[in-house]
């Protein structure tokens, strides 16, 4: 029994992780090719964060800028991480022309809690609604002017505040126009909990040539 509720669990996943994005079958261009994915779950906490799927992005072509990500997530342990802000925050850094630079020391606002959500489109307009971003910047002619991150349940089993063994949750951000990430720029985004850094992703942000980007999924173990 337990072998297959893994494995409706894993087909579930794939399904629904397949559905993040309502206009995927815009498809990917072959042209976008990641130049650098790092992934990390850190141990200097006790928990960690793993990816388990491609973060997906996105964009406006024609200012050649990434809009927003979104990146599956599960926890590394029969542990939980709780996503409560008070427990977490998440650094954002951009590196614009090898020269520029933008941090932020949190961008976190919150979870959607409570159910999960199909796809990132419905999870963003969800979080519009809650009072957790102030634009949808897929539906919105108006620009963000913060950068915002969120996170919402592919699979929640409890309906809880905690992302825990046999969960998967988005990591959702939307990037302020200033802040948005263009071609050939790094951009470096770290998750805290208490005790330290649980999760490190890090992207060289390839060709902008489609609306939906493939921004990779490769995992790179510490070393």
């Known amino acids: 029994m337990a072998f297959w509720h893994h494995a409706a669990l894993a087909t579930f996943a794939l399904i629904t992780i397949s559905l993040t994005w309502t206009i995927m079958s815009a498809g ?18 006790s928990i960690a964060l793993k990816v388990i799927g491609k973060m997906v992005g996105t ?16 926890v590394t342990s029969e542990t939980a991480v709780n996503l409560d802000p008070a427990s977490l925050k998440i650094t954002y850094k951009v590196v614009e022309d090898e020269s520029h630079v933008i941090t932020y020391d949190n961008i976190y606002e919150g979870a959607l809690v409570g159910k999960s959500y199909n796809s990132a489109s419905e999870a963003i ?10 634009v949808n910047p897929l539906t919105d002619t108006e620009k963000p002017d913060t950068t915002s991150a969120f996170f919402y349940w592919v699979i929640n089993q409890d309906s809880d505040e905690a992302l825990q063994n046999n969960e998967i949750a988005n990591l959702v951000i ?16 770290e998750v805290y909990d208490r005790q330290g850094v ?3 992703l890090e992207r060289t942000i390839p060709n902008i040539s489609s609306s939906i980007l493939d921004l990779g999924g490769k995992v790179k173990e510490k070393t």
């Open 59 to 74: 964009a406006k072509i024609a200012e050649n800028k990434v809009t927003t990500t979104a990146t599956p997530l599960m």
């Open 125 to 134: 307009a969800a979080a519009k609604e809650k009072g957790l971003i102030k």
């Open 174 to 189: 939307i990037y302020s126009d200033k802040d948005r990430p263009t071609t050939g720029e790094y951009m470096k985004i």
């Open 28 to 45: 990917f261009s072959s042209s976008e090719a990641v130049k650098d994915v790092l992934e990390k779950s850190v141990t200097k906490s």
């Open 198 to 200: 649980i999760l490190q």
